[in-house]
Each structure stands twice: as structure tokens, then as C-alpha cells.
T-cell receptor, first 117, second 115 residues
């Protein structure tokens, strides 16, 4: 099955700086990737997604980069703000040829982002 | 627009008592529905998912069960709670796509404490 790991459990950045959160996955055939933001006591909130036929996708202040060669996914947040403080999860979907549980999302353990004033 | 509700928001139950958590989705039809559990400081563990009424797939052997009595209603139950059932329970929905690359959207969660 799929395994997903985040490189750093915690990350502190100064307000206004850019943040980069990383994620590694194990199955080279995985084809869909999502980043979620979870504030304390709340459910995860969708940020941005990317399919395996893309290398980069941009949203409002966020960019997701996918490197399929090394099975690495990153989330970049530009001009980090205090409201960005939260836990960030990557989620990876199993290959299209799989079924059942193997086709479901596997979540990383999360990176706690703290924005310093 | 679609919304997802969970209740109760918090629950404190004694060991051995029954459990019923409810999740409902509004604004969509025939969604895929999911139950996850999140332990403190950890990622999300998929417990059950459903692609239609009465269709439940279980991912983890446990003393929990799930049911989908209506298209947009998903219920998580237990006959006898264990201490290890404590956690943050999240319901999610998605719309199936031909390629299976669909986003899951989460509810606000239920925090369960078993004492």
C-alpha cells in the first residue's frame, strides 16, 4: 500500500516570509495529490490539489509542486500570514488500477506551521 | 453549495457505553461518504467509506460499525466503547469521478472522549 511522510513535523517562519512544506510518497503510480489545512479543533480544509499529469499548480498565495521522479510533493505559501498557522496535511490517492482501500486517500502525519510576528 | 454537518461536536462517554455519531451532507446527490479517526497529533485513519445507500466498506478491524440509511446520511456506531476509541472523528464527502480523482471535503468533526 501507499505510505506518506512529511519531512518536518514542525515549521516556524516569520510573518511575510515564504513557507515550504514537504511530503514524500511511496507509490510511483499514485495519481492524485491534495493539500489540506487543519486549524485546531476543526476539520481539514481543502487548499489545493494536483494530478499526476502536472508538475505545478498555483492558487491564491499557494503553489503545489509535484516531482514524480523522486516521489516528492511540496506546498509553498507566499507571504505567510498569522492566519496561516495550522497543521498542513498532504494526501495521496492510490493508483487508478487499484481498487478498494488501495484506491483511497492516504494522509501524512502533518506539519505544524507556526507564523512568528 | 454543499455543506456537511456532524453531531454532536463533543461527546464524553463511559467505557462500555454505546455510540452513535451522525453525518449529513446537503446540496449534492449520491456522494461518496467517509469516516476517519484522528488521534492527537496524528494523521487521519480511514475507518469506513460508502459509495451508496447500504454499501459500506470497512478498512480497520475494530468494534465500530457504519451505516448509510439514506443517500446523504452516514452514521458511525459502537455497541460498547473502549478507551482506545477516544479521538477526533471526521466525516467527509466526495463526488465520484470517472478517473477517481476527486477531492474529499471534511465536516467539523466530533471529539470523543471515553472515560
Amino acid at each position: 500500500g501507499e505510505s506518506v511522510g512529511l519531512h518536518l513535523p514542525t515549521l516556524s517562519v516569520q510573518e511575510g516570509d515564504n513557507s515550504i512544506i514537504n511530503c514524500a510518497y511511496s507509490n510511483s503510480a499514485s495519481d492524485y495529490f491534495i493539500w489540506y489545512k487543519q486549524e485546531s479543533g476543526k476539520g481539514p480544509q481543502f487548499i489545493i490539489d494536483i494530478r499526476s499529469n502536472m508538475d505545478k499548480r498555483q492558487g491564491q498565495r499557494v503553489t503545489v509542486l509535484l516531482n514524480k521522479t523522486v516521489k516528492h510533493l511540496s506546498l509553498q505559501i507566499a507571504a505567510t500570514q498569522p492566519g496561516d498557522s495550522a497543521v498542513y496535511f498532504c494526501a495521496v490517492k492510490g493508483p487508478a488500477f487499484s481498487s478498494g482501500s488501495a484506491r483511497q486517500l492516504t494522509f501524512g502525519s502533518g506539519t505544524q506551521l507556526t507564523v512568528l510576528p | 453549495s454543499q455543506t456537511i454537518h456532524q453531531w454532536p461536536a463533543t461527546l464524553v462517554q463511559p467505557v462500555g457505553s454505546p455510540l452513535s455519531l451522525e453525518c449529513t451532507v446537503e446540496g449534492t446527490s449520491n456522494p461518496n461518504l467517509y469516516w476517519y479517526r484522528q488521534a492527537a497529533g496524528r494523521g487521519l485513519q480511514l475507518l469506513f467509506y460508502s459509495v451508496g445507500i447500504g454499501q459500506i466498506s470497512s478498512e480497520v478491524p475494530q468494534n465500530l460499525s457504519a451505516s448509510r440509511p439514506q443517500d446523504r446520511q452516514f452514521i458511525l456506531s459502537s455497541k460498547k466503547l473502549l478507551l482506545s476509541d477516544s479521538g477526533f472523528y471526521l466525516c467527509a464527502w466526495s463526488l465520484g469521478s470517472p478517473g477517481g480523482q476527486e477531492t474529499q471535503y471534511f465536516g467539523p468533526g466530533t471529539r470523543l472522549l471515553v472515560l
